[in-house]
């Protein structure tokens, strides 16, 4: 098993910054990668982005390309996801996800956190 904890969430105005961290415990040597989705109101979650635990290849989707960078420090069993240029659109709750069953790349993931919200103002 293995537990994620998010936290960074918060209030920022348009433009601004944020970075959520996403910390991982337990089997964590079973990890193949780790992402970042996102639910707004109303909307169904979305992949925002996702890295390898061992390479470190990182995908992300298009809207957030050139403003998001994923990120990890293994020896800290941490996540980053760094988000500049926020946009009132980015306003959603953001979980962590983990994956040791070799599927990230179908966006299945077997591990989650319980989410922390980002609201950008206008």
């Known amino acids: 098993q293995v537990q994620l904890e998010e936290s960074g969430g918060g209030l920022v105005q348009d433009g601004g910054s944020l970075r959520l961290s996403c910390v991982a415990s337990?089997?964590?040597?079973?990890?193949?990668?780790m992402g970042w989705f996102r639910q707004a109101p109303g909307k169904e979650r979305e992949f925002v982005a996702a890295?390898?635990?061992?390479?470190?290849?990182?995908y992300y989707t298009d809207s957030v390309k050139g403003r998001f960078t994923i990120s990890r420090d293994n020896a800290k069993n941490t996540v980053y996801l760094q988000m500049n240029s926020l946009k009132p659109e980015d306003t959603a709750v953001y979980y962590c996800?983990?994956?040791?069953?070799?599927?990230?790349?179908?966006?299945?993931?077997?591990?989650w956190g319980q989410g922390t919200q980002v609201t950008v103002s206008s």
């Open positions: 890295i390898t635990w061992s390479g470190g290849s990182t």
């Open positions: 996800a983990a994956d040791s069953r070799g599927l990230w790349r179908l966006r299945k993931y077997n591990y």
């Open positions: 337990g089997r964590t040597f079973s990890l193949d990668a």
